[in-house]
């Protein structure tokens, strides 16, 4: 499992990272993407809306299941992975990295320093 420390983590499985220009990134974890299993579209039409922390901004639909993607911070979601469209399939192979589904414009930054760090994620997930 990858779990990289730049990041913050929620009970619900998303992760978050604030970017140098100020945004923070949003996706799921490699250990969410892992239970899904593959996954095969990906429903995110928030974009433009402002949410509250812990409202669901979309879902995602594995083979097995659909699941509802949770917004961890307060914050306006300025867009959607547009890669993903195309390719779900790249939250399975780099949920970090290409695989990142919206970009935020995060209310209060401070908010995100209440998230799991690396260390209580991995505690979460048992790795």
Do not use: C
């Amino acid at each position: 499992m990858n779990f990289p420390a730049d990041s913050k983590y929620t009970e619900d499985h998303e992760w978050i990272r604030l970017e140098a220009d100020g945004t923070a990134l949003v996706g799921v974890t490699d250990f969410a993407q892992s239970e899904l299993g593959d996954i095969v579209f990906i429903e995110i039409e928030t974009e433009g809306e402002e949410l509250n922390a812990g409202d669901i901004f979309g879902t995602v639909e594995a083979v097995k299941t659909v699941s509802d993607l949770f917004l961890p911070v307060k914050g306006k979601i300025l867009e959607v992975n547009p890669a993903l469209a195309d390719e779900p399939e790249l939250v399975n192979n780099d949920p970090y990295g290409a695989g990142w589904m919206i970009k935020l414009e995060v209310a209060n930054p401070e908010d995100i320093n209440a998230l799991l760090d690396v260390d209580q994620y991995k505690n979460l997930t048992g790795y």
